[in-house]
């Protein structure tokens, strides 16, 4: 690759990156939470350890990407990707997912995310555990398409350990699927944090366009010699 190829490549990568900090205010605390990280036996259901979640059964029910049994695509509707089914082995059963909020936080306000879709269960409960408080929980149902739950939590402190857990309502083995969980608070104090501990800042749109411009000028008064 020629210099000026390189360096052009080098502006239009650092311009992007700094287009996304600018644009970034929110942060996704929830682990894996589109259950995309064991893939196993593709065509089908497998009952497995996921990254970042818990189970009263053990394991964890995963609809593979390209099962399509029963017509259970995942919520992006396409046969890539994987969800998750609550149920197992019984209705019973519930899974759930842990994090810390930041010591950073300084809200008290978070937003709670995800798809659903009843399968045979009648339903299914979403609970938000905090510590010293009351469970915030919500019931939803969505008997044959996947739905969203967006919904505000409130009382959030910075250092608090919070657990989404989810349990379906009936449906036995046939329980409720769960997909795209997100858990989101205010990042904008944390990137305050890191813009003023950098070492070296990254460059302005403004100088880096300006940048573009001389490698521009620079290659065609080399092509005209």
Not at 4 to 27: D, N, P
Not at 36 to 45: G, I
Not at 173 to 200: M, N, P
């Amino acid at each position: 690759m020629k210099l000026s190829q390189f360096l052009l490549s080098l502006v239009a990568v650092a311009g992007i990156l700094c287009s996304q900090a600018a644009s970034a205010g929110l942060m996704n605390l929830v682990v894996n939470g589109e259950f995309e990280a064991s893939r196993t036996n593709p065509l089908r259901w497998t009952a497995t350890d996921v990254e970042g979640w818990e189970s009263t059964e053990g394991k964890i029910e995963i609809w593979n990407e390209s099962f399509l049994w029963d017509g259970r695509l995942g919520s992006d509707g396409q046969p890539t990707g994987q969800h998750a089914e609550i149920s197992w082995k019984t209705d019973t059963a519930s899974i759930w997912t842990s994090f810390t909020i930041p010591d950073w936080f300084d809200g008290s306000e978070g937003l709670f995310r995800f798809n659903y879709q009843n399968r045979s269960a009648r339903g299914l409960w979403a609970r938000v555990l905090l510590p010293e408080s009351a469970p915030q929980e919500f019931y939803v149902s969505s008997r044959n398409s996947w739905s969203l739950l967006d919904a505000s939590i409130e009382g959030l402190s910075a250092g608090d350990a919070v657990k989404l857990m989810f349990t379906s309502d009936g449906g036995r083995s046939r329980g409720a699927h769960i997909d795209q969980v997100e858990f989101f608070i205010d990042a904008t104090k944390d990137l305050r944090l890191q813009s003023q501990i950098a070492d070296v800042p990254l460059p302005g749109s403004a100088t880096l366009f300006a940048l573009g411009a001389v490698v521009l000028g620079w290659r065609r008064t080399v092509r005209k010699v």
